[in-house]
């Protein structure tokens, strides 16, 4: 039986679907372990090669887990809300539930084919109202609840009531938008409206007025990483920054834990490093700077309240309310047109544009609280409106970018405070020499020869003394804004009430999608949701017209993973305590920030109301890197339409063409395929090297505009799933990024052609001994367990497919093929390549699949060297060298060497004077 790898793993993919092999339940008989993919959005092109990569190393460490005796939970679903399925179907009038569940099914179909062992029975969508009436229940707990600084958790927000009813919020401590200071007769003395205004300012889920990327093309909010250049990534728009009323999720206040609770989890220093840039943690100050002329203050942010001397002019953002205020007449003009220059970028391009200055004066004028000096008020684009209080005090010689401001504006640079052993930030801003033991301490006399540290805090000291400010800790990590303008997301389970927001009863949840004449805003400019008709609760109440975001419901779904089929609750708490968090998630670092800060912070809140028993999800997290595309390029004679090979390219004048990749093997172009593949290249000619055309290429981005994307079900109809398992980890580190190369496949398939054999004879005939493996045989297999086994511990799925080819190739050998190495090395390479690891079991005599087998332990009595290869020296000069056993008295191998023939040759009629004996290392023998 020849090795017809496509019988083979239809036969398998089958019984797996027959028998639901990969089924599993709650078994306390077992340790648990939970794998998990990062949630695929299901696009309409399918998957192409780089889509598996993550999934196949996930696949693998769930299979050797299994085999080691754990109850493994590896799941899979669907992030199917979304933008780009709205687009398509505003562009075709097909609803997006259509073309998101054909995308599914194509989805389904691919991944079944690389034989993942997925729990079927637990997938979901996220589109279906029965998962999304998760989040809509997730949604209204936020909610009802607020968060207190003092418990450092989140509680309902009855306890907030109460505290109201009895004190007012003159002792409140909660993390909350701007609220004014009232007695408890106060409170009480609000209208209904009243008080629920003040709530919304406290609660976890709440409406507030921010800036966002506006699409108006789009007619929607977009998230930062939705474009780019200021024009959305789908369908290039203009995008501008406005402010909006909007839902928000109050995420700053779990700054604190998120960036502490970094330290428990086994994740990479680098991911942890951009969690801590994201959160940012800052400690300074608040300080109030007074405007010149007026009763009006602003509000700064500084970690160096101590340079508070130097700060010779004051920033703030576009998006500042201020700016209108402060800007006089004949400045207003310039204003607003640098204003709207600023609203085409998002935040994100301005932080990355940092070192481009631009800005424009308001005319307005600050009084520096500490030296009473007159300071200019400038507007940049490099304060943000969400960081700190959306002003800065610029001190140039101190910080890099106003610096450079005040150079390109020629605004005043002043030395300031340079304490023993602390370099000037702009050493170009010192006019006089500085003395670095001595330090340097101008204008600065509560401060002078103080430590940083020390100065920062008497500097603290007196701001609060003098009422100026107060000390303030400061987090980059902003709330995240919950509302888009779309239809095809999760409804607000919200009705509004007197322009009061109220949340539906939990019973009537899910709250569904409606049905709409279209997909587009209204005439009015409402979003889509306001074409539904009767969208208002029975009593008359309008519903929400937003739509939640696509993390909506991405940010809990490992939690449903483990009870999908619970119409009662997100998770019971019997499922929770046993699966409790993710012990493996492998994903992409494109979600380094925004997924992983949502999950944790959604999980830490249900952690807060006890519906989870973790405090955080994904206890290990790998990030896969990226198979980049190999391109191929045909060279096309510059007038014509005639192609010259690559290597006869230099004597003609030619224009390089991207060529579909899947008309191309090896590099050797499929001119018949070619000239089918667009009607202009019908009657192309060629001219051929050896009477083949060689394509050129290139390692790009794998993308359909530069026709290197690469289906996998190409690569599953030549060469079989097993083969494209094995490959994508050959390529490389599974965290690395790698060029896919056609070229290298036709090995990986040789390589399992070749372990087929060890099992078969030289007529395809089924032949495996019983007989007893010897000592060389036993020393390749646990070499390999031993290998193999390390590897996947450390995720080197590269490596370990190396050891198998090394294994193979010394089996192939020895001509061996005893069961008692062939049957464990079956088991070895299950997680690798499943299809051809059952057939061959299954060939073995077992009956049960070999998901079900135990994993082979290594020996190590197996691999120790029984001998070693001695040099025999004769005066320090090797003559030749020997097999001796190991460990050997000296006496003993002295005995061996000098009755050895070669000894006899090379002493001839001399007698050895001495014989130095080096154990398990060397023999010399000393002749006169």
């Known amino acids: 039986m020849d090795y017809n790898f496509k019988d083979i793993e239809q036969k398998w993919q089958d019984y797996w679907r027959k028998n639901k092999t990969y089924k599993v ?19 309409g092109a399918g998957l192409h ?28 679903g669907y992030d ?4 780009p399925a709205e687009q398509y179907a505003i562009q075709t009038g097909q609803h997006p539930a259509i073309t998101t569940d054909k995308n599914i099914k194509r989805y389904r179909e691919q991944l079944d084919k690389i034989g993942f062992s997925y ?25 009802k609840h607020w968060y207190n600084n003092k418990t450092q958790k989140a509680e309902p927000i009855e306890n907030l009531i ?5 004190n007012g919020n003159l002792e409140v401590d909660a993390a909350c938008s701007e609220v004014k200071k009232f007695t408890a007769a106060e409170w009480k003395a609000m209208s209904e409206k009243e008080q629920q205004e003040v709530l919304l300012a406290y609660r976890l889920a709440y409406l507030a007025d921010v800036m966002v990327n506006w699409c108006p093309a789009l007619g929607t909010v977009l998230a930062n990483d939705e474009v780019k250049e200021g024009v959305s990534i789908r369908g290039g728009h203009p995008v501008e920054q406005r402010k909006m009323r909007q839902w928000c999720l109050r995420i700053s206040a779990y700054a604190e834990r998120l960036l502490n609770d970094l330290e428990e989890l086994d994740w990479t220093d680098s991911l942890k490093e951009i969690q801590r840039n994201w959160i940012g943690k800052s400690e300074g100050a ?16 500084t970690t160096r309240p101590d340079t508070i001397y130097g700060a010779t002019f004051m920033v703030l953002a576009p998006e500042s309310e201020l700016v209108d205020e402060l800007t006089t007449p004949e400045y207003a003009e310039k204003m607003e047109q640098y204003r709207q220059e600023v609203k085409r970028k998002t935040e994100r391009e301005r932080m990355a544009e940092a070192r481009k200055v631009t800005g424009q004066f308001t005319g307005s004028y600050a009084i520096n609280p500490f030296t009473n000096e007159r300071i200019p008020i400038w507007v940049s684009e490099y304060v943000l409106a969400g960081y700190g209080t959306g002003a800065i005090m610029a001190v140039p010689a101190h910080d890099s970018r106003d610096f450079a401001f005040a150079k390109t504006f020629g605004l005043p640079i002043i030395q300031t405070v340079i304490r023993p052993g602390e370099q000037p930030t702009n050493p170009d801003s010192w006019t006089e020499s500085y003395d670095s033991k001595e330090g340097v301490v101008i204008n600065s006399p509560l401060i002078n020869g103080l430590e940083v540290k020390e100065a920062i805090s008497k500097i603290c000291e007196v701001i609060e003394s003098r009422g100026l400010g107060k000390r303030k800790i400061n987090y980059r990590l902003r709330d995240a804004i919950f509302s888009r303008q779309r239809y095809w997301g999760e409804p607000f389970p919200i009705y509004y009430k007197d322009g009061i927001p109220y949340p539906l009863d939990e019973d009537k949840l899910p709250l569904e999608l409606p049905e709409v004449d279209a997909y587009l805003p209204t005439e009015k400019g409402e979003p889509p949701l306001g074409r539904a008709k009767n969208w208002h609760t029975p009593e008359g109440y309008p519903y929400e017209l937003s739509t939640m975001p696509g993390f909506a419901g991405s940010s809990a779904y490992y939690l449903r993973y483990m009870d999908p089929h619970n119409d009662n609750a997100l998770v019971s708490p019997e499922a929770n305590q046993y699966w409790e968090n993710v012990d493996l998630y492998i994903g992409g670092t494109e979600h380094a920030v925004g997924h992983l800060i949502y999950s944790r912070y959604w999980n830490k809140f249900l952690y807060d109301l006890g519906y989870v028993c973790k405090n955080e999800p994904f206890k290990k997290l790998i990030n896969q890197g990226m198979i980049q595309g190999r391109s191929n390029f045909v060279y096309r004679i510059k007038g014509t339409n005639t192609f010259v090979s690559y290597n006869l390219k230099d004597n003609y004048d030619v224009t390089p063409i991207h060529v579909d990749v899947n008309i191309v093997s090896n590099d050797i172009l499929d001119i018949d395929a070619f000239r089918k593949w667009r009607p202009e290249f019908e009657n192309a000619e060629f001219i051929l090297e050896d009477g083949k055309y060689v394509c050129g290429w290139a390692i790009e ?5 530069m026709w290197n994307v690469v289906n996998p079900d190409t690569i599953v109809e030549n060469y079989g799933a097993d083969t494209l398992r094995i490959y994508e980890m050959f390529l490389g580190p599974i965290e690395q990024s790698k060029p896919w190369d056609t070229n290298g496949i036709d090995g990986v398939h040789k390589f399992l052609r070749k372990f087929w054999r060890l099992f078969h004879n030289s007529n395809n005939e089924f032949e495996v001994s019983n007989d007893e493996p010897s000592d060389k045989e036993l020393k390749v297999l646990h070499k390999t367990i031993k290998k193999v086994t390390e590897d996947i511990e450390k995720f080197s799925f590269n490596t370990g497919v190396s050891a198998f080819m090394i294994c193979v190739n010394e089996l192939t050998d020895l001509k061996c093929n005893k069961r008692a190495i062939l049957e464990p090395l079956t088991v070895l390479i299950a997680p690798y390549a499943p299809h051809i690891a059952e057939e061959l079991w299954h060939q073995l005599g077992h009956e049960n699949s070999v998901t079900v087998a135990s994993w082979p332990e290594f020996n190590e009595k197996y691999i ?47 007698k050895p004077v001495k014989v130095i004996v080096v154990p398990n290392k060397i023999v010399n023998i000393v002749v006169k």
């Open 25 to 43: 339940d709650i078994d306390k008989n077992k340790p648990k372990y939970y794998v998990l993919d990062m949630f695929p959005y299901p696009s």
């Open 49 to 76: 090669v780089g889509h598996p990569l993550g999934y196949i190393a996930s696949d693998i460490y769930s299979r050797y887990k299994r085999l080691n005796g754990f109850n493994v939970l590896h799941p899979m």
């Open 80 to 83: 199917a809300f979304g933008l």
């Open 119 to 143: 729990d079927w029975d637990r997938e979901f969508r996220t589109c279906d109202p029965k998962y999304y009436k998760w989040t809509q229940w997730a949604f209204i707990k936020m909610f």
């Open 162 to 166: 109460a505290e109201f009813e009895r």
């Open 286 to 301: 608040e300080v109030w700077f007074r405007v010149e002329g007026s009763e009006r203050k602003i509000l700064i942010f």
């Open 701 to 705: 981005k794998m993308s359909k505009s």
């Open 864 to 910: 120790k060297e029984s001998t070693f290869t001695c040099p025999i020296s004769f005066n320090g000069k090797t003559r030749f060298t020997l097999e001796l056993p190991i460990n050997l008295k000296p006496n003993e191998v002295e005995e061996l060497v000098l009755a050895d023939e070669n000894t006899k040759k090379y002493l001839g009629d001399k």
